[in-house]
Nanobody
Framework: QSQFVESGGGLVQPGGSLRLSCAAS???????????MGWFRQAPGKEREGVSC????????NYADSVKGRFTISRDNAKNTVYLQMSSLKPEDTAIYYC??????????????WGQGTQVTVSS
């Protein structure tokens, strides 16, 4: 069972915005506070890819080139939650978005306990 629960996805027109949330469930809260957390996405027929990653205290972030300047990652350790503010959305952002642990410099992950994810669909 996943440690994290994603929410906030939906259908949005190109150029629109969405805010995704990822909450650590139950006993996973303490682990969340000591982990770099990131967002990943998987489009139909494609591999899962790293989108963004934020360090434990939020001082360092990194983004995939495809979303730089449009997406902003943040976290609230008191609420055991990480967010992804997405703006200027494009059809190619359509995917299921997941959260998990990550490495800030590379956006790589060894995380395996993926949740259900949240579907983001960008379409007119």
């Amino acid at each position: 069972q996943s440690q994290f629960v994603e929410s906030g996805g939906g259908l949005v027109q190109p150029g629109g915005s969405l805010r995704l949330s990822c909450a650590a469930s139950g006993a996973s809260g303490p682990a969340f506070r000591f982990a770099n957390m990131g967002w990943f996405r998987q489009a139909p027929g494609k591999e899962r890819e790293g989108v963004s990653c934020i360090s434990v205290l939020g001082g360092s972030t990194n983004y995939a080139d495809s979303v730089k300047g449009r997406f902003t990652i943040s976290r609230d350790n008191a609420k055991n939650t990480v967010y992804l503010q997405m703006s200027s959305l494009k059809p190619e952002d359509t995917a299921i978005y997941y959260c998990g642990t990550c490495a800030v410099p590379t956006l790589a992950t060894a995380f395996r306990s993926w949740g259900q994810g949240t579907q983001v669909t960008v379409s007119s």
